[in-house]
């Protein structure tokens, strides 16, 4: 049993309301993790050995549990911060939240969003740290939060934009922010291969299936299994070929 708790992700509770942080705790046992509730400074103490993942903070009115956050915060710079919603006194974080990743959790808390969040909180890593979009304007931070809500899903995405700003920055983003990061990012530019060979390219084909085909090519989709495929200037690509693509 004990090496299964060493397994588990740490995540830190932190409530003034008591009975919501032992609610809490069971939740994220049932998820499989380990919580570690605030008030219990030997808990606290075991976390400089093994670190929190996240923390989930709900009502900071206790002084006490504001002064433990900001020496964790201090401890742990770029420890991820779930809020849950509906807390005024999460203004007096704004100060600590400007330079770590922090996501609010709608209440009553649902067990998906919950999931979530904590495993994108898991996948905060130097991954997220170098991020390729640099800039701090509101246009720069509205991408990046349209790239960390499409990220948590295996979906296409459409990217739009004109011609050199970004679309396949973007799309490697989106991959390197997903559950299949570790898996192979495809790029493949549309217009750049004729027509008669761009199905062979993304479907693969067998040798001796035509003319010149001399061994057996694996496409583009096959490459990318389990990873992203980025069809570039997809909108070269001829209607024949974007209805195969469809079906």
Same mark, same amino acid.
């Given at each position: 049993?004990?090496?299964?708790?060493? /397994?588990?992700?740490?995540?830190?509770?932190?409530?003034?309301?008591?009975?919501? /942080?032992? !609610?809490?705790?069971?939740?994220?046992? $049932?998820? #499989?993790? !380990?919580?570690?509730? @605030?008030?219990?400074?030997?808990?606290?103490?075991?976390? =400089?050995?093994?670190?929190?993942? @996240?923390?989930?903070?709900?009502?900071?009115?206790?002084? *006490?549990?504001?002064? %433990?956050?900001?020496?964790?915060?201090?401890?742990?710079?770029?420890?991820?911060?779930?809020?849950?919603?509906?807390? #005024?006194?999460?203004?007096?974080?704004?100060?600590?939240?400007?330079?770590?990743?922090?996501? %609010?959790?709608?209440?009553?808390?649902?067990?998906?969003?919950? %999931?979530? $969040?904590?495993?994108?909180?898991?996948?905060?890593? #130097?991954?997220?740290?170098?991020?390729?979009?640099? *800039?701090?304007?509101?246009?720069?931070?509205?991408?990046?939060?349209?790239?960390?809500?499409?990220?948590?899903?295996?979906?296409?995405?459409?990217?739009?934009?004109?011609?050199?700003?970004?679309?396949?920055?973007?799309?490697?983003?989106?991959?390197?922010?997903?559950?299949?990061?570790?898996?192979? $990012?495809?790029?493949?530019?549309?217009? @750049?291969?004729?027509?008669?060979?761009?199905?062979?390219?993304?479907?693969?084909?067998?040798?001796?299936?035509? %003319? *010149?085909?001399? =061994?057996?090519?694996?496409?583009? $989709?096959?490459?990318?299994?389990? *990873?992203?495929?980025?069809?570039? !200037?997809?909108?070269?690509?001829?209607?024949?070929?974007?209805?195969?693509?469809?079906?």
């Amino acid at each position: 049993m004990a090496d299964k708790i060493d /397994a588990q992700a740490r995540v830190l509770v932190m409530d003034s309301n008591q009975a919501r /942080a032992r !609610e809490l705790s069971h939740r994220l046992r $049932f998820l #499989d993790y !380990e919580p570690v509730i @605030a008030a219990d400074s030997d808990a606290l103490a075991s976390l =400089s050995a093994s670190p929190a993942v @996240a923390v989930v903070i709900g009502e900071t009115s206790d002084s *006490g549990m504001l002064d %433990t956050f900001r020496d964790v915060a201090a401890r742990t710079p770029d420890l991820p911060v779930l809020l849950v919603d509906g807390n #005024d006194d999460h203004r007096s974080l704004q100060s600590q939240l400007k330079t770590r990743p922090h996501w %609010t959790l709608d209440t009553p808390l649902r067990r998906s969003q919950l %999931t979530r $969040f904590l495993k994108r909180a898991e996948r905060y890593d #130097d991954r997220d740290r170098r991020q390729r979009l640099s *800039g701090n304007s509101m246009p720069i931070r509205a991408v990046r939060e349209l790239i960390e809500q499409v990220a948590e899903f295996d979906t296409n995405v459409l990217i739009s934009g004109e011609s050199g700003t970004g679309k396949e920055l973007v799309a490697r983003t989106i991959h390197e922010h997903s559950e299949r990061a570790d898996r192979p $990012f495809v790029p493949i530019n549309c217009g @750049a291969i004729p027509a008669e060979l761009l199905e062979s390219e993304l479907f693969g084909h067998d040798k001796g299936a035509f %003319t *010149g085909a001399i =061994s057996a090519r694996t496409g583009r $989709f096959e490459l990318a299994e389990g *990873g992203t495929l980025f069809l570039d !200037e997809i909108g070269d690509m001829s209607l024949d070929m974007q209805v195969k693509l469809l079906r």
